[in-house]
Protein backbone atom coordinates (compact mmCIF):
# COMPACT_ATOMS: atom_id res chain seq x y z
CA UNK A 1 0.00 0.00 0.00
CA UNK A 2 1.37 3.23 -0.98
CA UNK A 3 0.88 6.03 2.08
CA UNK A 4 1.14 9.58 1.84
CA UNK A 5 -1.40 10.22 -0.96
CA UNK A 6 -3.69 12.31 1.38
CA UNK A 7 -2.66 15.48 2.44
CA UNK A 8 -5.01 17.95 4.53
CA UNK A 9 -4.80 21.31 7.10
CA UNK A 10 -5.81 21.90 10.46
CA UNK A 11 -8.07 24.48 8.95
CA UNK A 12 -9.80 21.23 7.11
CA UNK A 13 -10.34 19.39 9.31
CA UNK A 14 -11.41 21.89 11.72
CA UNK A 15 -13.94 23.49 9.37
CA UNK A 16 -15.42 19.45 9.12
CA UNK A 17 -15.47 19.07 12.60
CA UNK A 18 -17.64 21.85 13.20
CA UNK A 19 -20.34 20.78 10.34
CA UNK A 20 -20.51 17.82 11.29
CA UNK A 21 -21.05 17.90 14.86
CA UNK A 22 -23.00 21.49 14.23
CA UNK A 23 -21.31 23.26 16.88
CA UNK A 24 -22.59 26.45 14.99
CA UNK A 25 -22.16 28.50 18.22
CA UNK A 26 -18.54 27.23 18.64
CA UNK A 27 -15.52 29.44 18.43
CA UNK A 28 -13.51 28.24 15.08
CA UNK A 29 -10.18 29.52 16.71
CA UNK A 30 -10.45 27.65 19.75
CA UNK A 31 -11.39 24.72 17.37
CA UNK A 32 -8.40 25.10 15.05
CA UNK A 33 -6.29 25.00 18.48
CA UNK A 34 -7.58 22.21 19.75
CA UNK A 35 -7.37 20.22 16.10
CA UNK A 36 -3.74 21.43 15.98
CA UNK A 37 -2.63 20.23 19.31
CA UNK A 38 -3.77 17.11 18.33
CA UNK A 39 -1.71 17.15 15.29
CA UNK A 40 1.12 18.01 17.35
CA UNK A 41 0.59 14.53 19.01
CA UNK A 42 0.01 12.43 16.18
CA UNK A 43 3.22 14.01 14.73
CA UNK A 44 5.13 13.31 17.73
CA UNK A 45 4.11 9.58 18.00
CA UNK A 46 5.40 9.82 14.54
CA UNK A 47 1.58 8.98 12.77
CA UNK A 48 1.90 12.20 10.78
CA UNK A 49 4.74 14.44 9.02
CA UNK A 50 4.16 17.74 8.41
CA UNK A 51 5.21 19.88 5.55
CA UNK A 52 4.93 23.45 4.66
CA UNK A 53 3.35 25.13 1.80
CA UNK A 54 5.60 27.85 1.05
CA UNK A 55 3.33 29.75 -1.37
CA UNK A 56 0.09 29.55 1.05
CA UNK A 57 2.08 29.50 4.25
CA UNK A 58 0.05 26.73 5.22
CA UNK A 59 1.28 23.19 7.03
CA UNK A 60 0.30 20.06 5.05
CA UNK A 61 -0.18 16.75 6.95
CA UNK A 62 0.02 13.42 5.61
CA UNK A 63 -0.48 9.97 7.63
CA UNK A 64 2.94 7.99 7.95
CA UNK A 65 3.45 4.30 7.97
CA UNK A 66 3.56 4.07 11.61
CA UNK A 67 0.70 4.71 12.02
CA UNK A 68 -0.02 1.44 9.88
CA UNK A 69 2.47 -0.22 11.66
CA UNK A 70 1.44 0.65 15.13
CA UNK A 71 -2.43 -0.62 14.41
CA UNK A 72 -1.01 -3.80 12.70
CA UNK A 73 0.88 -4.75 15.82
CA UNK A 74 -1.79 -3.99 18.70
CA UNK A 75 0.54 -2.68 21.30
CA UNK A 76 -0.26 -0.47 23.29
CA UNK A 77 1.22 2.80 23.04
CA UNK A 78 3.66 3.88 25.06
CA UNK A 79 2.63 8.12 24.99
CA UNK A 80 -1.08 7.48 24.44
CA UNK A 81 -0.56 4.97 28.35
CA UNK A 82 0.99 7.76 29.61
CA UNK A 83 -1.25 10.46 28.12
CA UNK A 84 -4.25 9.60 30.34
CA UNK A 85 -3.42 9.18 34.16
CA UNK A 86 -6.64 8.70 35.54
CA UNK A 87 -7.40 7.90 39.27
CA UNK A 88 -6.63 4.45 40.80
CA UNK A 89 -9.25 3.62 42.92
CA UNK A 90 -12.24 5.39 40.40
CA UNK A 91 -13.39 2.90 38.09
CA UNK A 92 -15.50 5.24 36.36
CA UNK A 93 -12.36 7.50 35.33
CA UNK A 94 -11.06 4.08 34.49
CA UNK A 95 -13.53 2.56 32.00
CA UNK A 96 -13.72 6.22 30.56
CA UNK A 97 -9.93 5.91 29.83
CA UNK A 98 -10.04 2.75 28.43
CA UNK A 99 -13.27 4.14 26.17
CA UNK A 100 -10.93 7.01 25.00
CA UNK A 101 -8.20 4.43 24.59
CA UNK A 102 -10.44 2.44 22.17
CA UNK A 103 -11.66 5.92 20.45
CA UNK A 104 -8.26 6.41 19.99
CA UNK A 105 -7.29 3.12 18.18
CA UNK A 106 -10.54 3.43 16.12
CA UNK A 107 -9.47 6.92 14.94
CA UNK A 108 -6.25 5.62 13.43
CA UNK A 109 -8.27 2.53 11.90
CA UNK A 110 -10.29 5.55 10.22
CA UNK A 111 -7.40 7.33 9.15
CA UNK A 112 -5.80 4.83 7.13
CA UNK A 113 -8.95 3.71 5.74
CA UNK A 114 -9.89 7.51 4.79
CA UNK A 115 -6.65 7.47 2.88
CA UNK A 116 -6.84 3.96 1.54
CA UNK A 117 -9.93 5.44 -0.48
CA UNK A 118 -8.02 8.88 -1.44
CA UNK A 119 -5.84 6.81 -2.80
CA UNK A 120 -8.41 4.49 -5.01
CA UNK A 121 -10.25 7.34 -6.33
CA UNK A 122 -7.26 8.30 -8.08
CA UNK A 123 -5.44 5.24 -9.02
CA UNK A 124 -9.03 3.70 -10.05
CA UNK A 125 -11.67 6.50 -11.73
CA UNK A 126 -13.83 4.33 -12.81
CA UNK A 127 -14.77 3.79 -8.57
CA UNK A 128 -13.86 7.43 -7.91
CA UNK A 129 -17.67 7.75 -7.24
CA UNK A 130 -18.54 5.14 -4.85
CA UNK A 131 -14.83 5.74 -2.64
CA UNK A 132 -15.78 8.87 -2.89
CA UNK A 133 -18.72 8.16 -1.31
CA UNK A 134 -17.44 6.18 1.61
CA UNK A 135 -14.35 8.65 1.92
CA UNK A 136 -17.11 10.93 3.20
CA UNK A 137 -18.93 8.62 5.26
CA UNK A 138 -15.63 7.55 7.39
CA UNK A 139 -14.52 11.14 7.29
CA UNK A 140 -17.85 12.00 9.12
CA UNK A 141 -17.73 9.00 11.19
CA UNK A 142 -14.00 10.32 12.05
CA UNK A 143 -14.99 13.79 13.20
CA UNK A 144 -18.21 12.41 15.35
CA UNK A 145 -15.08 10.55 17.18
CA UNK A 146 -13.14 13.56 17.61
CA UNK A 147 -15.92 14.98 19.27
CA UNK A 148 -16.57 11.86 21.39
CA UNK A 149 -12.68 12.10 22.33
CA UNK A 150 -12.68 15.53 23.39
CA UNK A 151 -15.45 14.81 25.79
CA UNK A 152 -13.85 11.96 27.30
CA UNK A 153 -10.34 14.09 27.58
CA UNK A 154 -12.57 17.08 29.09
CA UNK A 155 -14.30 15.03 31.94
CA UNK A 156 -10.78 13.20 33.06
CA UNK A 157 -9.14 16.49 32.82
CA UNK A 158 -11.42 17.97 35.33
CA UNK A 159 -11.82 14.74 37.22
CA UNK A 160 -7.16 15.32 37.88
CA UNK A 161 -7.85 18.66 38.46
CA UNK A 162 -10.38 18.55 40.83
CA UNK A 163 -9.22 15.92 42.57
Known sequence: MSL???????????????????????DPAKARRWVAGKFVTFERW?????S??????????????????????GEPYE????????QEDSNAF????KELEQYRKTIIT????????????????ELKRLATHRFQAVRDENYRLLGKMKALENLITSAEKNG
Open 46 to 50: GWLEK
Open 52 to 73: TDEIKNRDHFKILPKLHNDIAS
Open 4 to 26: GHCTFTVTDVRDQLLTQLEFSNA
Open 79 to 86: DLASSSPV
Open 110 to 125: QMSEIEEYKRVEHAYP
Open 94 to 97: QNLS
